[in-house]
């Protein structure tokens, strides 16, 4: 049997972000960015706000924690620069977990208490999505 599979994010999102402003405030190189009013290839659609994020690849693992804690060791760290950053931007900031299940498999959806208070600190939400 497969594991199933687990990536997470942690994003920064807003109307009036810049994520150039990001990445050099936290010196961080983001996995992936947009502008408000980018297309979206594929689409006759524009973004409808500007984003900055960093993420896991998918990782066969039976615990989210694995996943979200390589990203909370890049983050905890910078917590004062991120909410600065929310502030001065008028931003918010999310993580977003996504769990494939192989072969039935699930994973254990604990947070642990240093990522809920860390979280809770930028005013951060989850997003959980379960792909079958």
Do not use: C
Request: charged fraction near 30%; glycine fraction near 4%.
């Amino acid at each position: 049997m497969s594991k199933p599979k687990i990536k997470t994010i942690f994003l920064i999102f807003g109307d009036d972000l810049n994520p150039e402003y990001i990445s050099n405030e936290l010196t961080i190189l983001p996995t992936r960015t947009w502008k408000k009013n980018d297309p979206i290839e594929g689409r006759n659609v524009i973004r409808k706000e500007s984003h900055w994020e960093i993420s896991t690849e998918y990782e066969e693992s039976y615990s989210v924690m694995d996943q979200l804690n390589q990203i909370y060791q890049q983050l905890h760290s910078k917590t004062r620069e991120i909410k600065a950053i929310l502030e001065r931007t008028n931003s918010e900031a999310k993580f977003e977990i996504v769990i494939k299940i192989i072969d039935k498999e699930t994973p254990a959806l604990v947070l642990e208490k240093g990522i809920i208070d860390f979280a809770s600190s930028l005013g951060a939400s989850f997003d959980i999505d379960i792909l079958i």
